[in-house]
């Protein structure tokens, strides 16, 4: 079964946009999957197609992420038909600032999305899927228990370190250490105990100041390139990472992405970029599985299946999993008239 199935319809009357939902949530980190009311998108791989939305159907990512129907840490998921050979189906992602290459707590939603709504068909009690996503070909494997979705897991793209142990000057912070690695997509890394921060909700708008006063700093004073796709050659946010508050658990880490969003879920790019960045430290080895904690204290495993060379980077092939949950459906409405169509947002 193809992608095509999802429901296309787009208008109700001659003046509304009806735009269908699926909401779920890793680990606490929402996700918001349209499944009706999509334009036709045209391109012929995903990067094409998100670049295609972005320049002609921003407005919908506005009215679904943004409020009155969202919030500014809300996260959604478009997903098309498959793009390349051998995938079973297509997806990006977007959020209050706009788009980005790689999602590893969608990935696991979307998983248990697609298998249990029969969206695509597979056989066996721990079914494979392959997915196009902007970043490359991402591999989720589906742990299946009572004919439901139990956990799911991926394998992501290569994931490396390209700046090590480097010094910036941040704007009311003053100098900080950080390193740059990537898991899909691009994060500034700084330990925590050393900028006095909580790892928890105490610290929540000071985490959002200094993870965006970071990111801007280091945007400003390094470059960040992949070394293939110049698309993806971008500093996607700041991960501060910590001691684990359950001592079962080997670290703690909380996301500041996008426009100040606060990952609430241990980050399945970030966990799989920290595997690439522990790795060239000398911090984890090859199957060396290790469980990293939120902000929340919900967890995800990463563990490191493989070592390769990545252009001018020894890079690491990570495996995360992590569980998903509905939490609901939505038909939503978007009136011509509104003035608030698009959507506003608050911080």
Known sequence: MTIQTIDSSTTRGDDRRVIKTIDMHTC????????????????????????YFARYHDNIRT???????????????????PLTGGADFGAFFMHNEGYSTMCGHAIIA?????????????????????????AGRIRSKAYIR??????????????????????VE???????????????AFYAFCDANELGLNLD?????????????????????????????PELGFLYGTIFTGKAYDLDNWSRNVCIFASGEVD?????????????????KGELSVNHKVTIEGILGTTM????????????????????????????SNEFWVDADDPLKEGFIFR
């Open 28 to 51: 606490g980190e929402p996700l918001r999957i349209i499944t009706g009311g999509l334009p036709e998108l045209k391109g012929d791989t995903i990067l094409e197609r998100k670049n």
């Open 63 to 81: 009215a679904l992420m943004f409020e009155p129907r969202g919030h500014a840490d809300m996260y959604g998921a478009v997903l098309t038909e």
């Open 110 to 134: 979307i998983t248990r999305f697609v298998l249990e709504t029969g969206l695509i068909k597979k056989e066996g009690r721990t079914p494979v899927l392959e997915i196009d996503v902007p």
């Open 146 to 167: 009572n004919d439901r979705v139990d956990k799911v897991s991926f394998t992501n793209v290569p994931s490396f370190l390209i700046i090590r142990d480097e010094t």
């Open 170 to 184: 941040v704007k009311d912070i003053g100098r900080i250490s950080f390193d740059v690695a990537y898991g899909g």
């Open 201 to 229: 909700r105490s610290d929540y708008n000071k985490l959002i100041d200094y993870g965006k006063k970071i990111k801007s700093a280091v945007m400003e004073n390094f470059r960040i390139d992949h070394p293939f796709e």
């Open 264 to 280: 609430r879920s241990p980050t399945g790019t970030g966990v799989s970029a920290r595997a690439g960045l522990h790795y060239s």
């Open 301 to 328: 495993d990463v563990e490191i299946k493989d070592v390769l060379d990545y252009g001018p980077y020894k890079a690491v092939i990570p495996e995360v999993s992590g569980k998903a949950y509905y939490t609901g």
